[in-house]
């Protein structure tokens, strides 16, 4: 494979991390052709033909790709790669930086508060531009960065991980619940049907007793009477059997 060069429009990136012009790797043989000619009025990229020198700007260069790697495509049969900026940054770099933030949120209509997936992609982009910035004046300071990002990014997957969980075990219950409440609902319905039936049988056995209570009033009254009628029979009869009594002794007297 042959490296050559070929004229590039250079894209828009829609990252706030700044990266340098995008660079023609390599080309596939059966793509090279006449109509590779450079066009005039059209931005060209420049394309790495020498290896740098081990020099202080080398190094940093390595960090930064090593922290951000370079992004890699093909288009036409041909390789592009782009590089994030080792260019250092100024004041005024961050002032950009912070006004294109807040101006993407708006655009994008990220969320002020809560999960926002557009709110994180944009500030872990913030993060990175802003780990790119301090790599380049202290490499040290930038990886120490870089294990900050690592670490709250794996952080947040935990988090991510547990609300998914959490999600999930709540669908779960939900549904458990649901359930439940349907279960609970058929056994309150078979509960009120046995109510009712006991309420009809406790009716019934209430007016039996009633009616049993008139029969032992009715009886006990009859009872009562007919002792009666006896009690007064048997003083009846012992009043006249009192005066017989003394109707046969009196004469001998």
């Known amino acids: 494979m042959a490296t050559v060069i070929k004229d590039r429009v250079i894209p828009i990136m829609d990252t706030l991390v700044k990266y340098d012009n995008p660079v023609l790797v390599t080309i596939r043989p059966e793509k090279v052709t006449k109509e590779q000619v450079p066009k005039i009025g059209v931005t060209v990229c420049k394309v790495e033909t020498t290896i740098p020198t081990l020099d202080t700007r080398h190094e940093t260069s390595e960090i930064l790709n090593k922290i951000l790697p370079p992004k890699q495509w093909e288009e036409d049969g041909q390789i592009w790669t782009q590089q994030v900026s080792s260019t250092p940054a100024t004041r005024l770099d961050v002032i950009n930086l912070q006004e294109h933030l807040d101006m993407k949120l708006q655009q994008r209509q990220a969320r002020e508060t809560g999960i926002c997936p557009v709110r994180r992609e944009l500030y872990t982009q913030c993060f990175d531009e802003i780990i790119r910035q301090v790599t380049i004046n202290c490499a040290e300071r930038g990886l120490l960065l870089l294990r900050i ?12 991980t547990l609300y998914q969980s959490s999600i999930a075990f709540g669908m779960r219950k939900a549904l458990q619940a649901e359930q439940g409440k349907e279960d609970l609902i058929a056994a309150a319905d078979e509960l009120q049907s046995q ?12 007016q039996k007793f009633e ?24 003083k009846k009869t012992n009043q006249q059997l009192k005066t017989q009594l003394e109707g046969i002794i009196a004469p001998k007297r």
Do not use: G, N, S
């Open 211 to 234: 009616q049993a209570e008139r029969r032992a009033a009715e009886l006990r009254e009859a009872e009562e009477k007919k002792h009666m009628e006896e009690i007064q029979f048997l």
């Open 195 to 206: 109510k009712t039936e006991l309420e009809k049988t406790v009716l019934e056995l209430k």
């Open 149 to 160: 990002r690592d670490e709250l990014k794996m952080t947040l997957a935990a988090y991510q």
